[in-house]
Every structure is written in structure tokens, then in C-alpha cells.
């Protein structure tokens, strides 16, 4: 699996459409201040948010065991895809953020999934769904039980990316998956 760096540090990436959460979930969770490229959104067919991401967010956060992680967001937007691979160099797992209450977040999470599965180890997949709670938005079952349809094994999680618990047992809940999968690795 793609393992810590030379400085013992491992990278995750947080993903996921454009208004899903990314921004705001490294903010929550980072020990330094993260770093953040946003511009005026020209997009506002997509999503009204006056800003959007268009290099990516860093942040960094450092587990109870002491072991440092770099969170990198990706730009949310299919015209901005070539970062996606960059970013996802040597990732040790990923994390994909969506909001239950934009129309079509079930085939957005299945795009995110599928473009981010091959760039890290096998299973290394965990799914936050945001908003699931406001009227009319599925469920995080409804999400769970579309991945499983499809054959794909990943954690989903129902979140506020607003909130550093959720966004916290997210992250614990990927560095189990990984710890589970270097275990298999290592049998
Ligand atoms: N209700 C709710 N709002 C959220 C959640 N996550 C993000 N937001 C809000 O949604 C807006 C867009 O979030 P942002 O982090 O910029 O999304 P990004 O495009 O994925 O980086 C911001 O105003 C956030 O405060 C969530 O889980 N629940
Ligand atoms: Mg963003």
C-alpha cells in the first residue's frame, strides 16, 4: 500500500463535488491553518457558493498514535480532473465527500469512487454523505447500499463536514480501513 512518505507522513485526499464539504472539512480538522486556493465561482449553475477551490486545500492533522497526516482537497469541478491524479500520487487512502441533498449525489458519489478507486491501495475508500438529515435528501444507507450493489466495500459515514468529531471519525474510520489492509498485506 502506498505507505508514510520519507518523513513518515502519510497523505489522504478528501474529494467529492463542488459544494460537498472538502473546504470546510479540512478547516475543521487541521492543526495548522490550512491552506486554501479559492476563486470567484463562475459556476453558479452547480453550485450558488460565491467561492469555490481551484488548486486544492492542505491541512494536516496528527493522530493519537502521533502519526502526522496531510489532508489535501481537490478541486470539486470534472474541468479541473487532471489535479485529481496529481494529488492522488501516493495517497494512502481517500475520502469522498457528498451532499445528499444535491440532485444526483448517488451518481456523483459513484464518479468520485470510481475516478480516486484506482489511484490508492484496494479499499482504502471512505464515504462521508453530508446534509442527510434535510427533507427530501437519501439516506447514508441509501448510498451504502448502492456501493454494495456495485461490489464496492467502503465505510459511509453521515457527517457535517462542519463538525471536527465527524470530520475526525472519518478519518480514524480510513486509518482503520488502512491498518486493516496492511494487516491482510502483511499475512
Ligand atoms: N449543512 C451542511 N453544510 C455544509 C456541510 N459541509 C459544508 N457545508 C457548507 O457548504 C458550503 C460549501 O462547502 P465547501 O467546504 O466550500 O465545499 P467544497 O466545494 O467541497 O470545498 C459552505 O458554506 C459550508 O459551510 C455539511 O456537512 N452540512
Ligand atoms: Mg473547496
Known amino acids: ?6 518523513q513518515g507522513e502519510f497523505k489522504i485526499i478528501f474529494t467529492g463535488p463542488m459544494g460537498a464539504g472538502k473546504t470546510t ?14 476563486a470567484p465561482n463562475t459556476d453558479r449553475i452547480s453550485h450558488a457558493k460565491a467561492s469555490t477551490t481551484v488548486g486544492f486545500d492542505y491541512g494536516r492533522i496528527t493522530l493519537a498514535d502521533g502519526q502526522v497526516v496531510r489532508l489535501y482537497g481537490t478541486p470539486g469541478q470534472a474541468r479541473y480532473r487532471f489535479m485529481w491524479e496529481i494529488l492522488g500520487r501516493g495517497a494512502a487512502g481517500v475520502i469522498v465527500l457528498v451532499d445528499a ?20 491501495p484496494p479499499g482504502a475508500i471512505v464515504v462521508g454523505v453530508g446534509r442527510t438529515g434535510e427533507p427530501g435528501a437519501p439516506s447514508s444507507d441509501a448510498f451504502a447500499a448502492r456501493l454494495q450493489a ?6 459511509v459515514l453521515s457527517i457535517d463536514a462542519r463538525q471536527l468529531a465527524d ?21
Open 101 to 120: 441533498q444535491q440532485p444526483g449525489a448517488l451518481v456523483q458519489m459513484d464518479s468520485f469512487v470510481d475516478a480516486f478507486a484506482p489511484l490508492v
Open 150 to 155: 456495485r461490489g464496492i466495500v467502503a465505510p
Open 167 to 187: 470530520v475526525r471519525l472519518m478519518v480514524q474510520t480510513l486509518a482503520c480501513v488502512l491498518a486493516a489492509g496492511a494487516e491482510a498485506g502483511a499475512a
Open 25 to 38: 472539512a479540512i478547516a475543521a480538522i487541521s492543526e495548522i491553518t490550512p491552506i486554501q486556493t479559492e
Open 1 to 6: 500500500m502506498n505507505g508514510p512518505d520519507v
